[in-house]
Nanobody, 125 residues
Framework: VQLQASGGGLAQAGGSLRLSCTSS????????VGWFRQAPGKEREFVAA????????FYADSVKGRFTISRDNAKATVYLQMNSLKPEDTAVYYCAADSRVILTQYTNAAVYDFWGQGTLVTVSS
């Protein structure tokens, strides 16, 4: 599975962006998908995740209520809608996928086998 993350860019604080994660090869509809981010000088951190059927979603506390992960399996695309953006949301955002992630491991980057190249999100104050 080759993943492509897109939709990053420059936004003002309080603004919105929508990231997309698509795949070439096998369809994303059969994979659990997570979004992670990495700010300069910081470790990669979990942002949000969705089970393959969209039945369960998970969020980091720092984005809960502001970000929404969703998926359109017909289009084999997973989205991350980011609202009320803050300067601290500035990071490279990565989507990751795995065929089945254990329910308690969604925040663990190490369990995801496939990663996209990342898309840069910059939020200005």
């Amino acid at each position: 599975v080759q993943l492509q993350a897109s939709g990053g860019g420059l936004a003002q604080a309080g603004g919105s962006l929508r990231l997309s994660c698509t795949s070439s090869g096998r369809t994303l509809s059969r994979y659990d998908v997570g979004w992670f981010r990495q700010a300069p000088g910081k470790e990669r951190e979990f942002v949000a995740a969705s089970r393959w059927n969209g039945g369960n979603t998970f969020y980091a506390d720092s984005v809960k209520g502001r970000f929404t992960i969703s998926r359109d399996n017909a289009k084999a695309t997973v989205y991350l809608q980011m609202n009320s953006l803050k300067p601290e949301d500035t990071a490279v955002y990565y989507c990751a996928a795995d065929s089945r992630v254990i329910l308690t491991q969604y925040t663990n980057a190490a369990v995801y086998d496939f990663w996209g190249q990342g898309t840069l999100v910059t939020v200005s104050s």
